[in-house]
């Protein structure tokens, strides 16, 4: 099918969670579930934000050559994919930079991250992709600010009307 044109273009914070949400309305009425990488992981809580950090996964790309530490820095990623390109493929041989890719986050929990430690839903959001936070604050240790508000907005959103149900439907 190929893929959409790149825009670099961000809704407001406010906008994306109500228009999720009503996305949800909508689309529940049609029988239809519609995700969004925050609540990815509702029911899978965890440190780690993915597996890369989580289970020494790395990542070989279609070109079979770069070597990444993960699928998410991708070259929309900009000067992140440099940062988590942790080896290559030359022939039948394989290099990994050993000492860059323990510069990267391995078993690095979201509990570390300062921001994130009261937070109510860090174990769902695990202090974002670091790719991403790579990619948007040259960090990956820095959660992406975007994210983290959208994030906090509709699991929100998702437990009021989730309680909302419940509770009308006890009446
Ligand atoms: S929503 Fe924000 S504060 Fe909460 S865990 Fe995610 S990045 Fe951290």
Known sequence: MGRGKFVRWLPSETNYVSNFLKAVEVAEKKGINVTQFGIFDLFNPSKYACVSPHKYKIVVMPNNTD????????????????????????????????????????KFSVDKIKKCKSCFIKYLCKGICPALNAARNGDWKKPDNFSCHIRKGIIKGLLVKKYTELAVGRD
């Not at 993960?70 to 994919?81: I, M, P």
């Not at 940062?83 to 022939?91: A, E, K, N, P």
């Open 67 to 106: 070597v990444l530490f993960c699928l998410g820095a991708q070259e929309e990623f900009g000067a992140a994919v440099k940062l988590f390109t942790v080896g290559r493929i030359s022939g039948k041989k394989l290099y990994i930079n050993k000492r860059k890719l323990e510069s990267l986050p391995f």
